[in-house]
T-cell receptor, first 114, second 109 residues
């Protein structure tokens, strides 16, 4: 158990809908990362937050947005969902905001868009 | 950007066999991590190893930073070792982890 929690574990929805994925980092970690893993592929970095502020942006679509709250949990919002958004979404956390620090991953949320 | 190549892409072994997985990267890195993704999708950190050698039970890893590669050794494989092994690197702290495509390992009983 990495100490990072993600909810829900599974999510099935329809095209055009909006969903929210939630992540709680390990105790003491201030940095949160979101990744997308499409079927049989490696992970793609989406976005990073540190202590409530956006720190880095990767290949995140404009239909997606995220935030980190004062209690350090983070939410990833996906809107106008398309079939291609079906994927495993991971959250990771680390102590430092720098990517040279070890990242610990949550169990992921499996999103299926029908 | 940095290119990360993992080999072999697929590996099928009998229980008890040893294996070596390789990760090549195209530029110098400050961070290299090995992960295991089990058949249920969970990602587990194995090693944080930008250089040198580390061991954890039946697993060990070696990174030769000057030659831009890392090796993950699995000895006496068990069926629970099945899954995908990813290598991920970052050039420096201002950049994000770049992931290889993974090596899919199947251990047959």
């Amino acid at each position: 158990d990495s100490g990072v929690t993600q909810t829900p574990k599974h999510l099935i929805t329809a095209t055009g809908q909006r969903v929210t994925l939630r992540c709680s980092p390990r105790s003491g970690d201030l940095s949160v990362y979101w990744y997308q893993q499409s079927l049989d592929q490696g992970l793609q970095f989406l976005i990073q937050y540190y202590n409530g502020e956006e720190r880095a942006k990767g290949n995140i679509l404009e239909r997606f947005s995220a935030q980190q709250f004062p209690d350090l949990h983070s939410e990833l919002n996906l809107s106008s969902l398309e079939l291609g958004d079906s994927a495993l979404y991971f959250c990771a956390s680390s102590r430092q905001p720098i990517s040279t620090d070890t990242q610990y991953f949550g169990p992921g949320t499996r999103l299926t868009v029908l | 950007g940095i290119q990360v190549e993992q080999s072999p892409p697929d590996l099928i072994l009998q229980e008890g066999a040893n294996s070596t997985l390789r990760c090549n990267f195209s530029d110098s890195v400050n961070n290299l991590q090995w992960f295991h993704q089990n058949p249920w999708g969970q990602l587990i950190n194995l090693f944080y190893i930008p250089s040198g050698t580390k061991q954890n039970g039946r697993l060990s890893a070696t990174t030769v930073a000057t030659e831009r590669y890392s090796l993950l050794y699995i000895s006496s494989s068990q069926t629970t070792d099945s899954g995908v092994y990813f290598c991920a690197v970052v050039r420096d702290s201002n950049y994000q982890l770049i992931w290889g495509a993974g090596t899919k390992l199947i251990i047959k009983p």
